[in-house]
């Protein structure tokens, strides 16, 4: 992520893409980041993960807010706590692996997210499972910007306002700890904050479109939708990284 001189045009595309990652993520609760993350890579990987991570902390800043009446602490105690040292571990994988290998985790951490909507798969809410959701979604979440698959895979067998209101909580703290574990490793610096700028615009708007439109969309299209072009987009960023 050396050169982070990114064109016009370039920005505009990744403008749209956190624009349609917001509208998503408004409209079902998750999904910014794997919708976003891999366009985005695609497009030049210097806006993966710093600049995405800033849009991302907005994102979850605006939906913390909104769901603040539903956060459950205690319940998100152990995995806050457990997603320091994933954030650590995230940083110390940024500064090992190649772009090629980034690439290969953020493939995979986005298809474990389809698997998780796809399958309805869900493991018991324990403090031992939150832990260990907090950790890994530091580990993935810093080092590629999706850290949301493990924690939805703890939380998803419950009630869809519970699960909205904690993930909305554990991501504006747990996004901050990564902001502030990339700022340290030097993968967010003031060049990266500059492109993430015209990328919050974006994303405040997708947020706007989804909260005034959201009745005039079915829920079965948004979900499988949002699902066929997280897949899409993992197929063309593998193939634009290795061929």
């Not at 998750?30 to 600049?51: Q, W």
């Not at 692996?97 to 998780?116: F, K, W």
Request: hydrophobic share 60%; glycine share 10%.
């Amino acid at each position: 992520m050396d050169n982070l001189d990114v064109n016009f045009m370039v920005l505009l595309l990744a403008a749209l893409a956190c624009f349609v990652g917001a509208y998503v993520q408004t409209a079902i609760g998750f999904g910014m980041a794997i919708v976003a993350a891999p366009i985005l890579f695609y497009l030049d990987p210097a806006l993966v993960p710093g600049p995405l991570m800033v849009v991302l902390l907005v994102m979850c800043l605006m939906n913390g807010w909104r769901f603040r009446k539903g956060l459950e602490l205690n319940l998100l105690a152990p995995a806050l706590l457990a997603r320091i040292p994933g954030s650590a571990l995230g940083v110390l994988l940024l500064a090992l692996v190649s772009q090629q290998v980034l690439a290969i985790l953020i493939a995979i951490t986005i298809m474990l997210g389809v698997l998780v909507r796809l399958k309805d798969i869900a493991l018991p809410m324990t403090r031992t499972n939150m832990a260990l959701g907090g950790f890994m979604s530091g580990v993935m979440g810093t080092s590629t910007t999706i850290g949301g698959p493990p924690m939805v895979l703890v939380m998803h067998g419950a009630d869809m306002h519970r699960i909205r209101a904690n993930l909305a909580g554990f991501f504006v703290v747990s996004t901050m700890m990564s902001v502030a574990a990339l700022a340290l490793g030097g993968f967010l610096t003031r060049e990266h904050l500059i492109l993430a700028l015209p990328l919050v615009p974006a994303t405040l708007l997708g947020n706007w479109v989804a909260a005034h439109t959201l009745h005039l969309v079915s829920r079965p299209v948004m979900h499988y939708g949002s699902l066929l072009l997280c897949t899409f987009a993992v197929i063309g960023m593998l193939i634009n990284t290795f061929f």
